[in-house]
């Protein structure tokens, strides 16, 4: 577990030589205007690098969580908002996957392999976020159809998908348990996509409400039985928070290589203040919480991989990258001093894209909840 194989350390290699060459020197331009990394997202498509999880059965590559991870952590290392915008793909495509609905797989996943379609995942509403159990969006059986209305929100992609995975209640009497998940094209009647939200970072990740009204799905685009959608839903967060995880690994480490090289180079009182013990044990603690949370997205990979319960390691990679990368990207800044606050520098653009890591895909405080419920069982 802590030795890649060869053909690990090769993705790896290709994936952060992509970020290095492709994605990071383009940072800046996304984060300024916001625009989607639609270019780039093709380039990354060309070389392999999206859609990991869509099966082999269908064309694609079948990749295991751990290789997402390396995915995504060097990706993060180039642009955390455009890792997301890629990984909001699996994130749409693991409760398809996890579904074994072959006859969607062919109809939905297929295309992606063929040419560079985005997803998204519709769960989040306007008055449920972390309290999943409370949406509102319904769908009512009509014949051999259902008629989807509801809306969603934050929803990242929205505005390229080409599809959405969509929990919505058939049955709004039986809770968790009365949850279906749908695969709804986005070209349907009576989908509306809403403006792109003004996000404080991950600029070039599109985000976006979703609303659906009077939308008819085919029967055959559900996603196994009426109220099993909760279950679907929960069950790709397992295969997808480590990869999320380490994005933000991805994001911690560029922000290090920043403060270090800054470190060394920036004088005061006669010396590189790196030589200072107050700036030298800043970086020496955000070296300890990046590899912390590394070790524990390539634990919460693996045993999800050998086909184990991850739940609780998942949670606790998700914890540990998302509340890790908000302190090393503050004390980025901080090391930089004056010129962190600015906009010159990429420090405060990585402490702005380091904050959603504590919000999306489960806040820092519904993984507490998760872990200390696996505690006090």
């Known amino acids: 577990m802590f030795e890649l194989s060869t053909e690990q350390n090769e993705l790896f290699a290709m994936a952060k030589d992509f970020a290095d060459k492709e994605v990071w020197p383009r940072a800046r331009q996304w984060d300024e205007t916001a625009e989607f990394p639609w270019e780039t997202l093709k380039k990354a498509h060309e070389v392999g690098l999206m859609n990991a999880f869509v099966p082999e059965e269908v064309g694609g590559m079948g990749l295991h969580t751990f290789e997402a991870c390396l995915i995504s952590e060097a990706l993060g290392y180039g642009s955390a908002g455009f890792s997301t915008a890629l990984g909001a793909n699996e994130l749409a495509a693991m409760p398809v996957v996890v579904?074994?609905?072959?006859?969607?797989?062919?109809?939905?996943?297929?295309?992606?392999?063929?040419e560079p379609l985005m997803a998204a995942y519709c769960v989040t509403e306007p008055g449920a976020g972390s309290d999943v159990a409370g949406i509102k969006t319904t769908a009512k059986k009509k014949g051999s159809d259902?008629?989807?209305?509801?809306?969603?929100?934050?929803?990242?992609?929205?505005?390229?998908?080409?599809?959405?995975?969509?929990?919505?209640?058939?049955?709004?009497?039986?809770?968790?348990?009365?949850?279906?998940?749908?695969?709804?094209?986005?070209?349907?009647?009576?989908?509306?996509?809403?403006?792109?939200?003004?996000?404080?970072?991950?600029r070039c990740s599109d985000t976006r409400g979703v609303t659906f009204q009077d939308v008819v799905v085919p029967e055959e685009n559900r996603l196994g039985a009426e109220g099993k959608g909760f279950q679907l839903a929960m069950a790709a967060f397992d295969r997808t928070r480590p990869a999320v995880s380490s994005n933000a690994v991805g994001l911690a480490s560029r922000a290090l290589k920043c403060a270090v090289e800054y470190s060394k180079e920036r004088q005061a009182f006669g010396a590189p203040i790196a030589q200072n013990q107050g700036i030298s044990f800043m970086l020496a603690d955000m070296a300890r919480d990046l590899e912390a949370s590394r070790l524990l997205c390539w634990k919460a990979a693996a045993d999800v991989d050998a086909g184990k319960r991850n739940t609780y390691f998942a949670s606790l990679a998700k914890l540990s990258a998302g509340d890790g990368v908000m302190r090393i990207t503050t004390d980025a800044v901080q090391i930089f001093g004056g010129y962190g606050y600015n906009k010159e520098y990429p420090v405060e653009m990585l402490m702005r894209d380091a904050k959603i890591f504590q919000i999306y895909e489960g806040t820092s405080q519904i993984q507490r909840l998760v872990v200390s419920r696996h505690l006090l069982a």
């Open 146 to 202: 259902y008629i989807l209305n509801g809306s969603k929100m934050w929803i990242t992609n929205a505005g390229h998908a080409n599809w959405f995975f969509v929990l919505a209640k058939t049955d709004p009497q039986a809770g968790a348990k009365g949850m279906t998940g749908f695969v709804v094209s986005a070209d349907s009647e009576g989908v509306i996509v809403g403006k792109k939200e003004d996000n404080m970072g991950q």
């Open 99 to 114: 579904s074994q609905e072959k006859g969607v797989w062919k109809r939905f996943l297929a295309p992606m392999v063929e």
